[in-house]
C-alpha cells in the first residue's frame, strides 16, 4: 500500500462491510421488537400494597382474573398505595403487565442500525469517489 487512496479505501471496505451488516441486523432486531409489543391493550390497574409489604400493581384481565405485578422505581415515579395506573397488558399472556409504555421497545436498535447503515451507504459512495479518483490519476 503505497498510495494513501489504496489505504483510505482499505478503511472505507471495512466501514461498508461493517455498517451495512451490522445496521440491516439492527434494524430487523429493533423491527421485530418493536412488532412484539406493539399493540398491547391499555386496561386500569391499582398500586397497592401486597402481603410482605411491598407495593405491587394490580388489574383485572379480560378473563376475569384479578392480576399483579411488583411495581419498581424505575421512571423516578414512585407511586402511592391507592394511586390509579394504566397497565399495558400482554395480549398473548393476560398475567403479563407493565405499567411504561411498550410503545418504544426497539426505538434503540433501529436508531443505531440507521445509523450504521447510513455510515456504510456513505462509505460505499466514498470507495466509489476512491476508486474515480485512482483510476484518473493512473
Given at each position: 500500500?503505497?498510495?494513501?487512496?489504496?489505504?483510505?479505501?482499505?478503511?472505507?471496505?471495512?466501514?461498508?462491510w461493517?455498517?451495512?451488516?451490522?445496521?440491516?441486523?439492527?434494524?430487523?432486531?429493533?423491527?421485530?421488537?418493536?412488532?412484539?409489543?406493539?399493540?398491547?391493550?391499555?386496561?386500569l390497574?391499582?398500586?397497592?400494597?401486597?402481603?410482605?409489604?411491598?407495593?405491587?400493581?394490580?388489574?383485572?384481565?379480560?378473563d376475569?382474573?384479578l392480576?399483579?405485578?411488583?411495581?419498581?422505581?424505575?421512571h423516578?415515579?414512585?407511586?402511592?398505595?391507592g394511586?390509579?395506573?394504566?397497565?399495558?397488558?400482554?395480549?398473548?399472556?393476560?398475567?403479563v403487565?407493565?405499567?411504561d409504555?411498550?410503545?418504544?421497545?426497539g426505538?434503540?436498535?433501529?436508531?443505531?442500525?440507521?445509523?450504521?447503515?447510513?455510515?456504510?451507504?456513505a462509505?460505499?459512495?466514498?470507495?466509489?469517489?476512491?476508486?474515480?479518483?485512482?483510476?484518473?490519476?493512473?
Amino acid at each position: 500500500m503505497d498510495d494513501p487512496v489504496d489505504a483510505l479505501s482499505l478503511i472505507t471496505e471495512l466501514f461498508s462491510w461493517i455498517g451495512i451488516g451490522l445496521g440491516v441486523l439492527l434494524l430487523v432486531v429493533g423491527y421485530v421488537r418493536g412488532a412484539f409489543f406493539r399493540n398491547w391493550p391499555e386496561t386500569l390497574g391499582v398500586v397497592v400494597l401486597d402481603d410482605t409489604g411491598q407495593l405491587v400493581y394490580r388489574w383485572m384481565g379480560e378473563d376475569g382474573v384479578l392480576y399483579e405485578a411488583p411495581c419498581s422505581d424505575d421512571h423516578g415515579h414512585s407511586p402511592e398505595p391507592g394511586d390509579d395506573v394504566t397497565v399495558h397488558v400482554n395480549p398473548r399472556d393476560p398475567a403479563v403487565g407493565r405499567i411504561d409504555d411498550p410503545s418504544h421497545e426497539g426505538r434503540a436498535f433501529r436508531t443505531t442500525g440507521w445509523i450504521l447503515l447510513g455510515i456504510g451507504v456513505a462509505a460505499v459512495v466514498l470507495q466509489f469517489v476512491l476508486l474515480i479518483v485512482s483510476s484518473t490519476a493512473a
